[in-house]
């Protein structure tokens, strides 16, 4: 059974930080391609940030010098580390994992972050 649990998540007011987790089971997530996405109110799903499996990373322009990507692979864990939060970072954020373009993909159920003084 393929899961991607995400974990972390809170209230943090503007200017604060937190780090979020993706834990992996029935993948071994330093193969995959991990990003995350988050889903702010009203809006449709978006792209954070990414990390291969050879650790190469992109980021979205919004968050980018704010937010790192990392994995722990002894953990088969992914990390976001968010800093500087602003309220436009408050969203439902999810886990993807994929091998390749194409090939299946991996959703955890998300972890929400509000930004809110």
């Known amino acids: 059974q393929v899961q991607l649990v995400e974990s972390g998540g809170g209230l943090v007011q503007p200017g604060g930080s937190l780090t979020l987790s993706c834990a992996a089971s029935?993948?071994?997530?330093?193969?995959?391609?991990i990003s995350w996405y988050r889903q702010p109110p009203g809006k449709q799903r978006q792209l954070v940030a990414t990390?291969?499996?050879?650790?190469?990373?992109i980021y979205a322009d919004s968050v980018k010098g704010r937010f790192t990507i990392s994995r722990d692979n002894a953990k088969n864990t992914v990390y976001l580390q968010m800093n500087s939060l602003k309220p436009d970072d408050t969203a439902l954020y999810y886990c993807n994992g994929r091998v390749l373009p194409g090939a299946p993909a991996y959703w955890g159920q998300g972890t929400q972050v509000t930004v809110s003084s």
């Open positions: 990390i291969t499996s050879n650790n190469n990373t």
């Open positions: 029935g993948i071994a997530l330093d193969v995959y391609t």
